[in-house]
């Protein structure tokens, strides 16, 4: 069979899921493999119409299509995001309509499951079957468990071809049509308070976007920076070389940097809006958020107040809803709110706006950050077990940020709280202390609330004194 690969990585043949392809490749030589490279290749591919129909020749051919990827920033580079949106641009779908499709990512596993709900999503709007995905940790190919598991996937793949299997569609397809949105005109300006509000954007003049953008800047009463992020003068997008590991510097040589330092790093609020293109924001936001990835795995919003503005059907995108949030809350930022124009209400979306900006700046004022929940919790344990596991040899400018701001806090460096463990699960091996321990079991865990609900009062008449 004809296999077509379309390669997400910018780094080409040298590409670490492309190892995983080549090891299929040698593992099932009966089939025959062809290489898209998109990531690499994007830029020509926009540019010259040749390389173009050479890359869609191939998947014309092929019985059955690969995506093999790195995941980027929770979902895929923003050179295989381009690929993607150009296909659509360029009505080319029909070259990819009702063939067989897989997915192969390496990664961290951090957000891995977010961009294969994309793919898995892009390539049932593309008219695709698609039959599955292997998530592989990046340093997995060595493991013969590994080994033995993606040749059984693969095997499922083509079996899913060659039996011509019925699959049943997962995501539906997202509404085409969105409604204006006519702002009202009357204003009672928020006051800033002298809290920094910076406005990043990608409208094209007399969308949607651009009329959420332009009344969110009006709401504030104070000064307001608005600047589209195109401004950043990005020369292309992240190469995947991971040289800024050592010491947080980009090899680009142009205006992302910056831009960053003059938008991004000294803003109290930050609202940033974009429109829906296929099932995340544009390539734009994308490769703009693959090349903040100088920060290394730091949290380069902390203490930010962040909104969002979005053009488009998010309500049906929880997978978007969560990657937009995500990035918030792994950056120790706050996400106020996100508002969109799909309930077609103006009168409801202008309201939105203003809430969204009063709740910013008290928000602002007040330093609240709210408290991570499960895929924060757990990516910061990630990202804590991953760097000190072994990143850190290259990942140098995160260890030392981890190391000064206390991140690595495995529990096993907590020696008072093991040893109290070790003592407590000892005792409880007594019979006699175990009866008694399981019979006030629900009251032994709220008994250390006692004083802090005690002192709940006295807070609350300090508090009220204060004004
Ligand atoms: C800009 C950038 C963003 C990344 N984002 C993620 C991510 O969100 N989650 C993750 O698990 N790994 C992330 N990684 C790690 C890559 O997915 C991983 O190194 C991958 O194996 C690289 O594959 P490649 O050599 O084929 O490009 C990121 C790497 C880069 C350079």
Redo the contacts with the bound molecule.
């Keep these: 069979m004809k296999i077509c690969v379309i390669s997400g990585?910018?780094?080409g043949e040298?590409?670490?899921?492309?190892q995983y392809v080549r090891f299929i490749e040698q593992a099932f030589p009966e089939h025959t493999f062809s290489v898209v490279h998109a990531?690499r290749d994007i830029r020509k591919m926009e540019q010259d119409r040749e390389e173009w129909d050479v890359a869609l020749n191939k998947v014309r051919e092929s019985d059955g299509m690969f995506f093999a990827?790195?995941?980027?920033?929770?979902l895929v580079?923003g050179q295989l995001k381009r690929f993607i949106e150009l296909a659509a641009e360029r009505d080319a779908m029909q070259a990819f309509a009702g063939k067989y499709t897989a997915v192969l990512t390496?990664?961290?596993?951090?957000?891995?499951h977010t961009a294969h709900v994309y793919l898995h999503g892009i390539s049932e709007d593309f008219g695709m079957h698609y039959v599955g995905f292997y998530s592989a940790h990046?340093q997995d190919l060595k493991s013969e468990d590994c080994q033995e598991r993606l040749i059984l996937f693969f095997s499922d793949f083509i079996d899913a071809i060659r039996e011509k299997r019925s699959i049943q569609r997962e995501f539906p397809p997202l509404p085409v049509a969105m409604p204006s949105y006519v702002p009202s005109g009357r204003k009672t300006g928020v006051d800033t308070c002298g809290k920094k509000v910076v406005i990043l954007h990608d409208a094209e003049p007399g969308s949607v976007q651009e009329t959420m953008v332009r009344e969110m800047a009006g709401i504030y009463a104070g000064p307001v920076m608005v600047a589209d992020i195109r401004e950043s003068m990005m020369k292309g997008g992240?190469l995947?070389c991971?040289r800024c590991a050592f010491d947080n510097i980009c090899v680009y040589k142009d205006g992302f940097r910056d831009f960053w330092e003059k938008y991004v790093v000294p803003a109290d609020i930050l609202i940033m809006a974009g429109t829906i293109r296929d099932r995340y924001l544009s390539a734009t936001w994308k490769q703009w958020n693959?090349r903040s990835?100088f920060n290394g795995h730091v949290p380069a919003l902390e203490g930010k107040q962040i909104g969002y503005l979005v053009e488009g059907p998010l309500a049906h995108l929880p997978n978007l809803r969560e990657v937009l949030a995500m990035r918030v809350m792994m950056g120790k930022a706050n996400l106020v709110g996100i508002v969109t124009n799909e309930s077609g209400d103006s009168g409801e979306i202008d309201t939105a706006i203003r809430t969204l900006a009063s709740r910013s700046v008290r928000f602002a004022e007040q330093g609240y950050i709210s408290p991570a929940t499960f895929q924060a919790v757990g990516g910061r344990k990630l990202f804590r077990d991953e760097i000190w596991g072994g990143m850190r040899a290259i990942f140098k400018a995160d260890d030392r940020y981890f190391r000064t701001h206390g991140l690595y806090d495995f529990p096993t460096k907590n020696y008072l709280e093991r040893i109290g463990n070790r003592l407590f699960s000892f005792f409880l091996d007594i019979p006699g202390i175990r009866k008694n321990v399981e019979k006030n079991l629900v009251t032994h865990m709220i008994r250390p609330f006692r004083e802090t609900i005690e002192k709940s009062r006295v807070l609350a008449k300090r508090r009220a004194k204060q004004g």
């Design positions: 990585s910018p780094k040298e590409s670490i899921t492309l990531g990827t790195p995941v980027y920033f929770m580079p390496t990664s961290i596993h951090f957000f891995d990046m992240c995947g991971c693959d990835f």
